[in-house]
């Protein structure tokens, strides 16, 4: 069994080509709201299910659809007053199901990224074809309900197989979220064309805030706080992207939004703060860094030799 998959090299946090964002500034700063939509009964993956419960479950789908019905619009005002824009992880499926949250979203200049066709279908043991098909349906489909030719993906659900990378490499995706490696954009390999990886943090993410770290708003709020003020003093010597990925229906909820609309208050209150979207840092990073990282990188393999798998053994 292989030590390591081989999707990114080892170059040392210190030992990189100095960032510097557009105007000086020490942070970019991206907000990635999944807008998802779950099926009340989608169809069986061997390998995971859906809901816990024995289908249909309509407590965890209910809770889920408070997001499209609520927690987004008060998710968007509470970004809106901090002059934020959203970077959308999108089911893409949710623009024939609820054309009216895109329309919000377009209004805003939101970014649109995939998150697969339904949150509740997964990509272990697909095939290649039907992998690729949800490649070419995410592209199509917010083209044609958006106007925006996609960039970036997070996987349905964080799930993955082994071509995934490969295949957003392949369709002319710019970025991928489904590493959580880094603080910094970074190359990953593929076997044709360039991706990379923007920082999307699950550190960061509400849902396991919430649902697996059992947080207070306060809390969540402190932590959010906390973490920009490290990135930004590291970014002082070379840039750092901080992300926080919002689900409207955990965010969203009555009793915290206004925790996590005083983090962001915090954070926008800051001079020398990039506030963009993953497409615009994923750019910006190909159009003065990608090069020179490859570069950096090939030097520091011929200084330390990767090691050889010998095979055997697992």
């Known amino acids: ?30 907000v990635a709201p999944n807008v998802e939509y779950y099926e009340l009964d989608g169809p ?10 024995p289908r249909p479950d309509l407590v965890p789908y209910s809770e889920r659809d408070f997001g499209n019905r609520v927690g987004h619009f008060r998710m968007m005002e509470a970004m ?41 279908r997964y990509s272990y043991n697909m095939n290649e074809a039907q992998e690729r098909a949800i490649l070419q349906d995410a592209i199509d489909t917010v083209q044609k309900h958006t106007g925006q030719r996609i960039a970036g993906y997070l996987a349905p659900a964080l799930t993955h197989t082994e071509r995934t990378m490969d295949l957003m490499a392949e369709y002319d995706f710019l970025y991928t979220c489904d590493l959580f490696h880094d603080d910094q954009p970074f190359p990953v390999n593929v076997k044709k064309g360039r991706l990379i990886s923007v920082p999307y943090s699950l550190e960061m993410n509400d849902i396991i805030a919430y649902n697996q770290h059992f947080v207070t708003p306060r809390v969540y709020r ?45 954070i926008t209150g800051h001079d020398k703060v990039w506030l963009a979207t993953g497409r ?35």
């Not at 993956?45 to 809901?51: E, G, I, T, V, Y």
């Not at 990925?245 to 962001?264: C, D, N």
């Open 1 to 30: 069994m292989k030590s390591d998959p081989g999707l990114y090299d080892y170059l040392p946090y210190t030992q990189r080509p100095k960032i510097e964002w557009p105007n000086g500034a020490h942070i970019a700063f991206w």
């Open 44 to 53: 069986s993956n061997p390998a995971r299910q859906p809901w816990p419960k």
């Open 80 to 120: 809106d007053r901090c002059g934020v824009r959203g970077s959308v992880s999108l089911s893409v499926a949710l623009c024939d199901h609820h054309p009216e949250l895109i329309e919000e979203c377009k209004k805003r200049d939101w970014e649109f990224f995939s998150h697969g066709i339904y949150n509740t």
């Open 222 to 266: 402190d932590w959010l706080k906390l973490n920009f003020d490290r990135l930004f003093e590291e970014g002082k010597k070379s840039g750092t992207v901080m992300c926080i990925p919002l689900h409207a229906y955990a965010v969203g909820q009555a009793h915290r939004i206004a925790a996590f609309e005083e983090a962001l208050k915090y």
């Open 280 to 314: 615009e840092i994923a750019q910006y990073y190909y159009d003065n860094y990608y090069d020179e990282t490859v570069a950096a990188i090939a030097d520091h393999k011929k200084k330390y030799p990767p090691r050889v798998e010998t095979g055997g053994g697992s």
